[in-house]
């Protein structure tokens, strides 16, 4: 310990020796370890303030520029089925069947580090300095301001710990708990102990300048994970029948119902006539309409018609489906691009019931991508979005 305060001493000191050699008595090495303490706790909190604004900072760039954010649940689930329809990869097209919000986390995560490692190379580490430079400038202000204002009402070293850390509060959180002050209560010189820990603070601003937009993403609170916790918090029921994701953006929203305006032949989840091999092709919103009847489950002994298919009870109960006959020219082509994908993994085939109809087969991918468009409304205006943005942080 004796050693290194005199190491410390040395180091810092060395430039102006002459105020070294009045200034040595016990008040200003007990500052210089002191302010090397703080210096310290500022550091690590003075970094994850920054990255902790940078990853809202980013998440709110990205929620106004990136198209896919920028809109409501339907906008996000419309980019999301463009991008697998262009990959044309059957299993991700699974896995967003089966496990809607995977699907769309493992988009929102892609999309960012796009964003921000490729289109926007130079952007994010604008932010990140401006941050850095806000955060070292805030430091610096509170510094002065609690050193002026202890020195006036002639106060000591607890009451500027106090001071100073509660002045900090408002942006980075500094725990100052561990630091006992009973051991430096002969610190009599707080413009010393200022001036000390200035010194500590170029250190830190050469810390800052080379924070990377790596430590960004490895921070606790990550851009990605601040859109996904905004975007995904919603309802994710999914239709019994064909698998379409509720659209609701209220979590748990009973007792109103589940709904999608957009729902697909039920077969692309499996469902097929009982004790054939034969896949149902039909749209939910043209079931619902039809005298067709269908078995809760595998092993219902009772059918439903399906007019009356929320009278099945559970999950068909709780959900909403307007017989409005629509079908969504992407979902036939789907249904078209990987039928024999699709009868293999269930192990079914698209006759009989599953008759792919000769008209369905005519839609090219470029018709499928556009019909995506009709899913296309409104979001909430980008202010809005911004407020919700900075109530996180
Ligand atoms: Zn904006
Ligand atoms: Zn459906
Ligand atoms: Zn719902």
């Given at each position: 310990?004796?050693?290194?305060?005199?190491?410390?001493?040395?180091?810092?000191l060395?430039p102006?020796?002459?105020?070294f050699?009045?200034d040595?008595?016990?008040g200003?090495?007990?500052?210089?370890?002191?302010?090397?303490?703080?210096?310290?706790?500022?550091?690590?909190s003075?970094v994850?303030?920054v990255c902790?604004?940078?990853?809202?900072?980013?998440?709110?760039?990205?929620?106004?520029?990136?198209?896919?954010?920028n809109?409501?649940?339907?906008?996000?689930?419309?980019?999301?089925?463009?991008?697998?329809a262009?990959?044309?990869?059957f299993?991700?097209f699974?896995?967003?069947?089966?496990?809607?919000?995977?699907?769309?986390?493992?988009?929102?995560r892609?999309?960012?580090?796009?964003?921000?490692?490729?289109?926007?190379?130079?952007?994010?580490p604008?932010?990140?300095?401006?941050?850095?430079d806000d955060?070292?400038r805030?430091?610096?202000?509170?510094?002065?301001e609690?050193t002026?204002?202890i020195k006036?009402?002639?106060g000591?070293?607890?009451m500027?710990?106090?001071e100073f850390?509660?002045?900090?509060?408002?942006?980075?959180?500094?725990?100052?708990?561990?630091?006992?002050?009973?051991n430096?209560?002969?610190?009599?010189?707080?413009?010393?102990?200022?001036?000390?820990?200035?010194?500590?603070?170029?250190i830190?601003?050469?810390?800052?300048?080379s924070?990377s937009l790596?430590?960004?993403?490895n921070?606790?609170?990550k851009?990605?994970?601040?859109l996904?916790?905004?975007?995904?918090?919603c309802?994710?029921?999914r239709?019994?029948?064909?698998?379409a994701?509720?659209i609701?953006?209220?979590?748990?929203?009973?007792?109103?119902?589940h709904?999608v305006?957009f729902?697909?032949?039920s077969?692309?989840?499996?469902?097929?006539?009982?004790?054939?091999?034969e896949?149902?092709?039909?749209?939910c919103?043209t079931?619902?309409?039809s005298?067709?009847?269908?078995?809760?489950s595998p092993?219902?002994?009772?059918?439903?018609?399906?007019?009356?298919?929320q009278?099945?009870?559970g999950?068909?109960?709780s959900?909403?489906?307007?017989?409005?006959?629509?079908?969504l020219?992407y979902?036939k082509w789907?249904?078209?691009?990987?039928?024999k994908?699709?009868?293999?993994?269930y192990?079914?085939?698209?006759?009989?019931w599953?008759e792919?109809l000769?008209?369905?087969?005519?839609?090219?991918?470029e018709?499928?991508?556009?019909?995506?468009?009709?899913?296309?409304?409104v979001?909430p205006?980008c202010?809005l979005?911004?407020?919700?943005l900075?109530?996180?942080?």
């Amino acid at each position: 310990m004796v050693y290194n305060r005199r190491r410390i001493i040395k180091k810092k000191l060395k430039p102006c020796s002459a105020d070294f050699m009045i200034d040595n008595n016990k008040g200003s090495s007990s500052a210089v370890v002191f302010g090397e303490m703080i210096c310290q706790k500022l550091k690590v909190s003075a970094v994850e303030a920054v990255c902790n604004q940078t990853a809202v900072d980013l998440a709110g760039e990205l929620r106004c520029n990136v198209p896919a954010f920028n809109g409501n649940r339907l906008n996000l689930e419309k980019h999301v089925l463009k991008d697998l329809a262009e990959k044309e990869d059957f299993n991700k097209f699974m896995t967003y069947i089966r496990d809607p919000r995977e699907q769309v986390e493992e988009f929102i995560r892609k999309k960012v580090k796009k964003y921000m490692f490729e289109e926007n190379k130079n952007k994010a580490p604008q932010i990140l300095q401006k941050n850095s430079d806000d955060i070292q400038r805030f430091i610096r202000q509170t510094l002065f301001e609690a050193t002026e204002k202890i020195k006036t009402e002639k106060g000591d070293i607890n009451m500027w710990v106090k001071e100073f850390s509660i002045s900090l509060r408002c942006k980075l959180k500094l725990t100052m708990n561990t630091i006992s002050c009973q051991n430096f209560r002969d610190i009599n010189n707080l413009d010393f102990l200022r001036v000390e820990i200035e010194k500590g603070l170029q250190i830190i601003s050469k810390e800052m300048k080379s924070l990377s937009l790596t430590e960004v993403m490895n921070n606790r609170q990550k851009p990605d994970e601040i859109l996904i916790d905004q975007l995904c918090n919603c309802c994710w029921e999914r239709c019994p029948f064909c698998a379409a994701v509720c659209i609701n953006t209220i979590k748990d929203h009973s007792p109103d119902k589940h709904s999608v305006p957009f729902h697909r032949p039920s077969g692309v989840n499996g469902w097929h006539k009982r004790a054939s091999m034969e896949l149902n092709n039909d749209f939910c919103t043209t079931s619902v309409a039809s005298d067709k009847i269908f078995y809760p489950s595998p092993e219902s002994e009772k059918s439903i018609p399906y007019k009356l298919y929320q009278t099945a009870g559970g999950k068909y109960a709780s959900w909403s489906i307007i017989a409005d006959g629509s079908m969504l020219p992407y979902w036939k082509w789907f249904v078209c691009r990987f039928q024999k994908e699709i009868e293999d993994y269930y192990k079914e085939k698209c006759k009989g019931w599953g008759e792919i109809l000769p008209e369905w087969r005519k839609y090219t991918k470029e018709e499928a991508l556009r019909s995506l468009d009709e899913m296309q409304s409104v979001g909430p205006p980008c202010a809005l979005l911004h407020a919700q943005l900075s109530a996180l942080s």
